[in-house]
T-cell receptor, first 113, second 115 residues
Framework: DQQVKQNSPSLSVQEGRISILNCDYT??????FLWYKKYPAEGPTFLIS?????DKNEDGRFTVFLNKSAKHLSLHIVPSQPGDSAVYFC????????????FGTGTRLTVIP | EAGVAQSPRYKIIEKRQSVAFWCNPI?????LYWYQQILGQGPKLLIQ????????DSQLPKDRFSAERLKGVDSTLKIQPAKLEDSAVYLC?????????????FGPGTRLTVL
């Protein structure tokens, strides 16, 4: 049972435009959400996170939006750069729990120069 | 600050053989995780240590997988005997609890191929 889902396996965007990556979850106990970025032959790198008490968190070109009622979050990258090309994983956890992360299947973003 | 170190980076074995992976977490990180990432899927937690104690190993196939973190620092993950479906990237991650976040820092992983 996949508790975190990323339904788009891939996304292509022109350089300078906005990239929007989506993620849905089913477990209402999740209260902390993260995005990781992964380059080939490397481990995932933490990108940005959001607590369930917020609906938006921004860090430079990266913004994560959380819609708790829809159990949906999204990552916006503006403007997109070729170096952003990577696989992006959405992850969720229960802060009061054992800190286990549940990952989605990832979305491969390609930013076209 | 040095990142999470893992070795080997790649391993090819035949089914029914045994294999071991090593992880050295970021200095000062008390919590250590082993994940399995099968091609096309997200990482899946196998086991979590807090210092040298096991916090969660509910997803670890204990008939063939074992892990230890004897001194609360380095950790090893062993598979014996390996099956074809164990082919995956094995990721180690660490975090420093008590900071109010769940940020885990990952190593580069070990890619295991079972023939």
């Amino acid at each position: 049972d996949q508790q975190v889902k990323q339904n788009s396996p891939s996304l292509s965007v022109q350089e300078g435009r906005i990239s929007i990556l989506n993620c849905d979850y089913t477990n209402s106990m999740f209260d902390y959400f993260l995005w990781y970025k992964k380059y080939p032959a490397e481990g995932p790198t933490f990108l940005i996170s959001i607590s369930s008490i917020k609906d938006k968190n921004e860090d430079g070109r990266f913004t994560v939006f959380l819609n708790k009622s829809a159990k949906h979050l999204s990552l916006h990258i503006v403007p997109s750069q070729p170096g952003d090309s990577a696989v992006y994983f959405c992850a969720a956890s229960v802060l009061s729990g054992a800190n286990n992360l549940f990952f989605g299947t990832g979305t491969r973003l390609t930013v076209i120069p | 600050e040095a990142g999470v170190a893992q070795s080997p980076r790649y391993k090819i074995i035949e089914k029914r053989q045994s294999v071991a992976f090593w992880c050295n977490p970021i200095s000062g990180h008390a919590t250590l995780y082993w994940y399995q990432q099968i091609l096309g899927q997200g990482p899946k937690l196998l086991i979590q240590f807090q210092n040298n104690g096991v916090v969660d190993d509910s997803q670890l196939p204990k008939d063939r997988f074992s892990a230890e973190r004897l001194k609360g620092v380095d950790s090893t993950l062993k598979i014996q005997p390996a099956k074809l479906e164990d082919s995956a990237v094995y990721l180690c991650a660490s975090s420093r609890p008590g900071q109010g976040t769940d940020t885990q820092y990952f190593g580069p992983g070990t890619r295991l191929t079972v023939l």
